[in-house]
Protein backbone atom coordinates (compact mmCIF):
# COMPACT_ATOMS: atom_id res chain seq x y z
CA UNK A 1 0.00 0.00 0.00
CA UNK A 2 0.97 3.89 -0.33
CA UNK A 3 2.75 5.52 2.11
CA UNK A 4 0.11 8.37 3.26
CA UNK A 5 3.51 10.74 3.93
CA UNK A 6 2.01 13.10 1.06
CA UNK A 7 0.72 17.12 0.17
CA UNK A 8 -1.87 17.86 2.79
CA UNK A 9 -3.63 20.92 1.61
CA UNK A 10 -7.00 22.16 0.57
CA UNK A 11 -7.16 24.29 -2.38
CA UNK A 12 -10.69 25.64 -3.74
CA UNK A 13 -11.73 26.29 -6.78
CA UNK A 14 -12.27 29.72 -7.37
CA UNK A 15 -15.04 29.58 -10.13
CA UNK A 16 -18.47 32.44 -8.83
CA UNK A 17 -21.63 30.35 -8.97
CA UNK A 18 -25.27 31.97 -7.60
CA UNK A 19 -28.45 29.84 -6.37
CA UNK A 20 -31.13 30.78 -8.05
CA UNK A 21 -34.93 29.67 -7.56
CA UNK A 22 -37.30 27.60 -9.87
CA UNK A 23 -38.95 29.22 -12.60
CA UNK A 24 -36.97 32.03 -12.73
CA UNK A 25 -33.43 31.85 -14.69
CA UNK A 26 -31.87 29.21 -13.89
CA UNK A 27 -28.34 30.10 -11.85
CA UNK A 28 -25.62 27.81 -10.48
CA UNK A 29 -25.30 27.16 -6.84
CA UNK A 30 -22.60 28.53 -4.46
CA UNK A 31 -19.12 27.20 -5.01
CA UNK A 32 -19.41 25.38 -1.78
CA UNK A 33 -22.20 23.35 -2.45
CA UNK A 34 -21.28 22.03 -5.98
CA UNK A 35 -17.88 21.04 -4.15
CA UNK A 36 -20.42 19.23 -1.50
CA UNK A 37 -21.81 17.18 -4.47
CA UNK A 38 -20.14 16.66 -6.58
CA UNK A 39 -17.47 15.27 -3.40
CA UNK A 40 -20.40 13.42 -1.76
CA UNK A 41 -21.71 11.83 -5.02
CA UNK A 42 -17.28 10.56 -5.71
CA UNK A 43 -17.48 9.05 -2.06
CA UNK A 44 -21.12 7.45 -3.32
CA UNK A 45 -19.49 4.88 -5.93
CA UNK A 46 -16.11 5.03 -4.57
CA UNK A 47 -13.88 7.70 -6.86
CA UNK A 48 -11.42 10.24 -5.57
CA UNK A 49 -13.13 13.55 -5.43
CA UNK A 50 -9.89 14.85 -6.91
CA UNK A 51 -10.92 13.02 -9.85
CA UNK A 52 -14.71 13.67 -10.14
CA UNK A 53 -14.00 17.48 -9.13
CA UNK A 54 -11.40 18.16 -11.76
CA UNK A 55 -13.53 16.15 -14.22
CA UNK A 56 -16.51 19.02 -13.70
CA UNK A 57 -13.62 21.90 -14.12
CA UNK A 58 -12.71 20.71 -18.04
CA UNK A 59 -16.08 19.82 -18.82
CA UNK A 60 -17.64 23.31 -17.86
CA UNK A 61 -16.01 25.00 -15.18
CA UNK A 62 -18.50 24.12 -12.36
CA UNK A 63 -21.63 24.96 -14.55
CA UNK A 64 -24.76 23.94 -14.77
CA UNK A 65 -25.84 26.78 -16.53
CA UNK A 66 -24.62 29.12 -18.96
CA UNK A 67 -24.71 33.30 -18.53
CA UNK A 68 -28.40 33.64 -19.77
CA UNK A 69 -29.55 31.00 -17.33
CA UNK A 70 -30.12 27.94 -20.27
CA UNK A 71 -28.60 24.65 -19.48
CA UNK A 72 -24.98 24.33 -20.19
CA UNK A 73 -24.64 23.07 -24.05
CA UNK A 74 -21.07 22.32 -25.38
CA UNK A 75 -20.96 20.45 -28.43
CA UNK A 76 -23.94 18.37 -27.71
CA UNK A 77 -22.62 17.84 -24.10
CA UNK A 78 -25.32 18.61 -21.15
CA UNK A 79 -24.67 20.46 -18.14
CA UNK A 80 -21.95 20.13 -16.06
CA UNK A 81 -20.35 16.81 -15.99
CA UNK A 82 -21.58 17.30 -20.49
CA UNK A 83 -23.21 14.11 -20.34
CA UNK A 84 -23.49 12.86 -23.97
CA UNK A 85 -26.02 10.43 -25.92
CA UNK A 86 -26.16 8.54 -22.78
CA UNK A 87 -29.63 6.66 -22.85
CA UNK A 88 -31.28 5.33 -19.72
CA UNK A 89 -31.00 9.32 -18.34
CA UNK A 90 -33.87 11.45 -18.03
CA UNK A 91 -32.87 14.16 -20.87
CA UNK A 92 -34.73 17.30 -18.79
CA UNK A 93 -33.37 16.23 -15.72
CA UNK A 94 -29.80 16.30 -17.39
CA UNK A 95 -30.31 19.79 -18.01
CA UNK A 96 -32.49 21.30 -15.25
CA UNK A 97 -31.40 19.29 -11.88
CA UNK A 98 -27.49 19.53 -11.50
CA UNK A 99 -27.49 17.08 -9.29
CA UNK A 100 -28.90 14.54 -10.76
CA UNK A 101 -26.37 15.58 -14.04
CA UNK A 102 -23.26 15.02 -11.33
CA UNK A 103 -24.73 11.59 -10.23
CA UNK A 104 -25.14 10.47 -13.78
CA UNK A 105 -21.55 11.70 -14.90
CA UNK A 106 -20.11 10.01 -11.32
CA UNK A 107 -22.00 6.63 -12.63
CA UNK A 108 -20.47 6.94 -16.19
CA UNK A 109 -17.27 7.42 -15.11
CA UNK A 110 -17.41 4.49 -12.42
CA UNK A 111 -19.01 2.31 -15.34
CA UNK A 112 -15.75 3.31 -17.35
CA UNK A 113 -13.89 2.35 -14.61
CA UNK A 114 -14.95 -1.25 -13.45
CA UNK A 115 -15.14 -2.24 -17.37
CA UNK A 116 -11.17 -1.79 -17.72
CA UNK A 117 -10.75 -5.78 -17.58
CA UNK A 118 -12.95 -6.36 -21.06
CA UNK A 119 -12.34 -3.11 -22.47
CA UNK A 120 -9.07 -0.87 -21.46
CA UNK A 121 -5.93 -1.90 -20.18
CA UNK A 122 -5.15 -2.06 -16.83
CA UNK A 123 -3.30 0.18 -14.35
CA UNK A 124 -1.15 -1.33 -11.58
CA UNK A 125 -3.47 -3.13 -9.13
CA UNK A 126 -6.67 -0.84 -9.96
CA UNK A 127 -6.73 0.07 -6.12
CA UNK A 128 -9.51 2.90 -7.02
CA UNK A 129 -8.04 5.28 -4.07
CA UNK A 130 -4.80 5.78 -6.65
CA UNK A 131 -5.26 8.57 -8.90
CA UNK A 132 -3.30 7.82 -11.68
CA UNK A 133 -5.36 4.52 -11.68
CA UNK A 134 -8.15 6.37 -13.27
CA UNK A 135 -6.50 6.84 -16.40
CA UNK A 136 -8.60 4.72 -19.07
CA UNK A 137 -11.26 5.55 -17.12
CA UNK A 138 -10.85 9.33 -17.97
CA UNK A 139 -9.46 8.65 -21.36
CA UNK A 140 -12.98 6.72 -22.05
CA UNK A 141 -15.30 9.46 -20.55
CA UNK A 142 -14.67 11.34 -22.92
CA UNK A 143 -14.21 8.76 -25.78
CA UNK A 144 -11.79 6.11 -26.85
CA UNK A 145 -11.07 8.58 -29.71
CA UNK A 146 -7.24 8.71 -31.49
CA UNK A 147 -7.30 12.32 -30.54
CA UNK A 148 -7.04 11.39 -26.97
CA UNK A 149 -4.13 8.59 -27.45
CA UNK A 150 -2.23 8.64 -25.20
CA UNK A 151 1.26 9.15 -27.35
CA UNK A 152 1.66 11.50 -30.57
CA UNK A 153 1.08 9.44 -33.65
CA UNK A 154 4.05 10.57 -35.50
CA UNK A 155 6.78 10.75 -32.71
CA UNK A 156 5.38 8.43 -30.12
CA UNK A 157 6.00 12.08 -27.58
CA UNK A 158 2.86 12.61 -24.60
CA UNK A 159 -0.08 13.92 -26.34
CA UNK A 160 -0.49 16.60 -23.60
CA UNK A 161 -3.46 17.79 -25.85
CA UNK A 162 -5.42 14.47 -24.82
CA UNK A 163 -8.40 15.02 -22.28
CA UNK A 164 -7.26 12.76 -19.43
CA UNK A 165 -4.14 14.37 -19.55
CA UNK A 166 -5.90 18.23 -19.04
CA UNK A 167 -7.86 16.66 -16.21
CA UNK A 168 -4.80 15.45 -14.29
CA UNK A 169 -3.35 19.01 -14.90
CA UNK A 170 -6.57 20.54 -13.46
CA UNK A 171 -6.05 17.82 -10.41
CA UNK A 172 -2.41 18.94 -10.03
CA UNK A 173 -2.81 22.78 -10.17
CA UNK A 174 -5.97 22.70 -7.71
CA UNK A 175 -4.44 20.44 -5.57
CA UNK A 176 -1.19 22.89 -4.95
CA UNK A 177 0.85 20.83 -7.45
CA UNK A 178 0.71 17.46 -5.96
CA UNK A 179 2.94 16.50 -8.53
CA UNK A 180 0.10 13.96 -10.17
CA UNK A 181 0.78 15.68 -13.32
CA UNK A 182 3.03 14.63 -15.76
CA UNK A 183 2.12 11.05 -15.50
CA UNK A 184 5.14 8.38 -14.82
CA UNK A 185 3.16 6.01 -17.31
CA UNK A 186 5.85 4.18 -19.70
CA UNK A 187 3.40 4.59 -23.03
CA UNK A 188 5.11 3.89 -26.17
CA UNK A 189 3.84 4.84 -29.55
CA UNK A 190 3.35 0.77 -30.41
CA UNK A 191 1.13 0.29 -27.61
CA UNK A 192 -1.76 1.93 -29.95
CA UNK A 193 -2.81 1.92 -33.41
CA UNK A 194 -4.54 4.43 -35.13
CA UNK A 195 -6.45 4.31 -37.91
CA UNK A 196 -6.71 7.29 -39.64
CA UNK A 197 -9.07 10.59 -38.37
CA UNK A 198 -8.77 12.18 -34.56
CA UNK A 199 -12.55 10.76 -33.65
CA UNK A 200 -11.84 6.99 -35.12
CA UNK A 201 -11.45 4.47 -32.29
CA UNK A 202 -8.31 4.23 -30.74
CA UNK A 203 -7.14 0.65 -30.64
CA UNK A 204 -5.02 -0.66 -27.75
CA UNK A 205 -2.01 -3.09 -28.07
CA UNK A 206 -0.81 -3.39 -24.28
CA UNK A 207 -3.73 -4.05 -21.90
CA UNK A 208 -1.59 -3.68 -18.49
CA UNK A 209 1.05 -1.07 -17.40
CA UNK A 210 2.89 -1.16 -14.07
CA UNK A 211 4.18 2.08 -12.03
CA UNK A 212 6.28 1.96 -8.70
CA UNK A 213 4.23 3.06 -5.78
CA UNK A 214 6.68 6.14 -4.84
CA UNK A 215 5.47 7.71 -8.02
CA UNK A 216 2.04 7.27 -7.50
CA UNK A 217 -0.63 9.23 -5.26
CA UNK A 218 -3.34 8.37 -3.07
CA UNK A 219 -6.55 10.56 -2.41
CA UNK A 220 -6.10 13.04 0.52
CA UNK A 221 -9.91 12.47 1.04
CA UNK A 222 -9.86 9.40 2.80
CA UNK A 223 -6.92 10.33 5.61
CA UNK A 224 -7.85 8.42 8.76
CA UNK A 225 -7.08 9.64 12.45
CA UNK A 226 -3.61 9.67 13.43
CA UNK A 227 -2.16 9.36 9.91
CA UNK A 228 0.44 10.98 9.34
CA UNK A 229 1.07 13.38 6.58
CA UNK A 230 3.58 16.26 5.28
CA UNK A 231 2.58 19.66 4.39
CA UNK A 232 3.33 21.97 1.09
CA UNK A 233 6.17 23.53 1.06
CA UNK A 234 6.18 27.14 2.78
CA UNK A 235 2.56 25.88 3.71
CA UNK A 236 1.10 28.63 5.95
CA UNK A 237 -1.18 27.73 9.45
CA UNK A 238 -4.10 29.24 11.13
CA UNK A 239 -5.17 28.09 14.77
CA UNK A 240 -8.72 28.06 13.40
CA UNK A 241 -9.81 27.36 10.01
CA UNK A 242 -11.15 30.52 9.36
CA UNK A 243 -9.65 33.37 7.01
CA UNK A 244 -10.57 36.21 9.50
CA UNK A 245 -8.08 34.92 11.84
CA UNK A 246 -4.94 37.24 11.54
CA UNK A 247 -2.67 35.07 13.31
CA UNK A 248 -0.69 32.94 10.24
CA UNK A 249 2.22 30.74 10.78
CA UNK A 250 4.50 30.81 7.74
CA UNK A 251 6.75 27.74 6.89
CA UNK A 252 10.58 28.91 5.26
CA UNK A 253 9.07 28.42 1.50
CA UNK A 254 11.64 24.92 0.97
CA UNK A 255 10.69 23.50 4.41
CA UNK A 256 7.32 21.07 4.86
CA UNK A 257 6.02 20.36 8.16
CA UNK A 258 4.86 16.55 9.66
CA UNK A 259 0.90 16.94 10.76
CA UNK A 260 -0.89 14.81 12.71
CA UNK A 261 -4.45 13.67 11.37
CA UNK A 262 -6.72 14.41 13.85
CA UNK A 263 -10.50 13.53 12.48
CA UNK A 264 -11.17 11.60 9.47
Not at 134 to 156: E, H, R
Amino acid sequence: MIKKMVSLVAVGIAIGCFAGEKGFAATNPPQQEINRMLTEEAFEKGIPPEIVKAVAVQESGWRQFDEKGEPLNINGGIGIMQITNAPGYDQDQLKTNIEYNIKAGVEILNQKFSNFDAILPKLNDMDRDVLENWYFALLAYNGKKQVNSPTMQDDGSINTGAYQEKVYGKVDYYNNFMGVSPLPFPFKKEDFTYTGHPNFLLQFNKMEYVVPDHLLHVTKHKFEKDDIVLSAEGAYFRPVPSSSVKEIRFLPKTEREAITILDP
